[in-house]
């Protein structure tokens, strides 16, 4: 049975679902972001007793066929922009319409309806995110981030940066600012 979560965006996330599913005796096959397999079809009364679980610590089951789509599609352009290569021509609609076997068309349909920024800003959010946890933890020179994160120039990267944040890179990075979002709020 494949049961798909909301707001699971790290691996810490698998962890504390894991750990209720564990906790309430069922078996799990697989657990990705946002998808956990069991090995059997859930009694009512675990599914329930999961899902109270879930929404204490911040997740829920997500039932509504539009809303597994979203999800989905999340979780991949987190867990894209988190691998830290994406090529300079990577193109977001390739990717999706890849990976979901779906025309992009579609896709960016039903996530802009339902999240109301479209597929595009959200992925630039992302990017934006990580670049800032890049730049606070001093793990790369800011060419290196770009590259990376699969900007064209530098300059592309500072000017999304500061359209984003207010911010260029630079002064971001000299002001230890830690305004970061967490990644289900975006």
């Known amino acids: ?3 798909l979560i909301k707001n699971m965006v790290c691996d810490r996330c698998i962890s504390a679902v894991q750990n209720i599913f564990e906790n309430v005796g069922v078996n799990i096959e697989s657990i990705n972001l946002g ?21 204490k610590i911040g997740f829920e089951i ?3 066929p539009s809303q597994q789509l979203i999800e989905s599609i999340k979780n991949l352009v987190i867990l894209k922009i988190a691998r830290l290569d994406t090529d300079e021509n990577f193109l977001l609609s390739n990717f999706l ?6 025309e992009y068309s579609t896709l960016s349909k039903v996530f802009s ?14 990017r934006i995110e990580k670049v800032k946890e890049l730049l606070f933890n001093n793990d790369f020179t800011l060419t290196e981030i770009a590259v990376h994160m699969g900007y064209k120039s530098v300059q592309h ?13 630079t002064v971001f990075k000299k002001l230890k600012v830690l305004d970061r979002k967490s990644l289900d709020r975006l």
């Open 1 to 3: 049975m494949k049961i």
């Open 35 to 55: 998808e956990v397999e069991t090995a059997t079809e859930l009694s009512e009364q675990n599914l329930s007793e999961i899902e109270i679980m879930l929404e």
């Open 62 to 64: 997500i039932k509504d």
């Open 97 to 102: 319409s890849n990976a979901l076997h779906k």
């Open 113 to 126: 309806q339902n999240e109301n920024i479209t597929l595009e800003q959200y992925h630039i959010l992302q």
């Open 157 to 169: 990267l500072s000017s999304q940066f500061k359209n984003s944040t207010g911010y260029t890179p």
